[in-house]
T-cell receptor, first 114, second 113 residues
Framework: GAVVSQHPSRVICKSGTSVKIECRSL??????MFWYRQFPKQSLMLMAT?????????EQGVEKDKFLINHASLTLSTLTVTSAHPEDSSFYIC??????????FGPGTRLTVL | KQEVTQIPAALSVPEGENLVLNCSFT??????LQWFRQDPGKGLTSLLL?????REQTSGRLNASLDKSSGRSTLYIAASQPGDSATYLC????????????FGSGTRLQVQP
C-alpha cells in the first residue's frame, strides 16, 4: 500500500500557541486528503477534506479558523491548530485517498496542550 | 447521516479462541466497507476491504462478511493469538466512493496468553 508520513509524531505545547502538523504522501500524488481527530478510547472523527489547490471542506462543528488546512501540493498537506487549548489535545491522523477503494492513513500525531 | 456501531466495545478471550466482532451501519447505500486494526497510540492498518457487491473477504485467519441490505458486517478471527490484541475499527465509505470513511467506535480486543 501507499506510504503516508506525519510529522511530528508527538508534540507538547503551551496553551495559546499554534502547532503545525505535516502530512506527506511518499510514493504517490494525492489529490484528496482527509484529517481526522481521535479522542482517547473513541473513534476517528472526520474534521475536514482538502483538495489540492482549493479550500478545505470542514465538517459540521469544526472551526475552520482554528484548524487551518493547507494542501498546497499533491504530496503535502498541513494542519495548523491555532491558539491551542487543552481541549484540543488529541490524536490527529491524516489520510490520503487513492481512487474510490483505497484510503491510506498516516501514523498519527499526538498533541498535548498544557 | 451515516452512523456506524461496533459491538462489543471490549472483548477479552483466551488464546486459541475463535471470535466474532460485529459492525452495523444505518445507511445501506455504501460504496465499500473496511476493517482496520489500531495498536495503542498508533495509526491504522487496513485488514480487509469489502466492496458493496461482495459478501465476504478472507485474509489468513481473518474473514469479513458483509450484509449490505441489513447494514451489518462481521469480522471473524480464527485461532486468536496474543499478537491480535488491538482495537479493531469498522469503517464504511458512502455512496459513490468520493467521500471519506465513517468509522465505528471500535472493539478493543485482548487475547490472553
Amino acid at each position: 500500500g501507499a506510504v503516508v508520513s506525519q510529522h511530528p509524531s508527538r508534540v507538547i505545547c503551551k496553551s495559546g500557541t499554534s502547532v503545525k502538523i505535516e502530512c506527506r504522501s511518499l510514493d504517490f500524488q494525492a489529490t484528496t486528503m482527509f484529517w481526522y481527530r481521535q479522542f482517547p478510547k473513541q473513534s476517528l472523527m472526520l474534521m475536514a477534506t482538502s483538495n489540492e489547490g482549493s479550500k478545505a471542506t470542514y465538517e459540521q462543528g469544526v472551526e475552520k479558523d482554528k484548524f487551518l488546512i493547507n494542501h498546497a501540493s499533491l504530496t503535502l498537506s498541513t494542519l495548523t491548530v491555532t491558539s491551542a487549548h487543552p481541549e484540543d489535545s488529541s490524536f490527529y491522523i491524516c489520510s490520503e485517498k487513492l481512487g474510490p477503494d483505497e484510503q491510506f492513513f498516516g501514523p498519527g500525531t499526538r498533541l498535548t496542550v498544557l | 447521516k451515516q452512523e456506524v456501531t461496533q459491538i462489543p466495545a471490549a472483548l477479552s478471550v483466551p488464546e486459541g479462541e475463535n471470535l466474532v466482532l460485529n459492525c452495523s451501519f444505518t445507511d445501506s447505500a455504501i460504496y465499500n466497507l473496511q476493517w482496520f486494526r489500531q495498536d495503542p497510540g498508533k495509526g491504522l492498518t487496513s485488514l480487509l476491504l469489502i466492496q458493496s457487491s461482495q459478501r465476504e473477504q478472507t485474509s489468513g485467519r481473518l474473514n469479513a462478511s458483509l450484509d449490505k441490505s441489513s447494514g451489518r458486517s462481521t469480522l471473524y478471527i480464527a485461532a486468536s493469538q496474543p499478537g491480535d490484541s488491538a482495537t479493531y475499527l469498522c469503517a464504511v465509505r458512502p455512496g459513490t466512493g468520493r467521500r471519506a470513511l465513517t468509522f465505528g467506535s471500535g472493539t478493543r480486543l485482548q487475547v490472553q496468553p
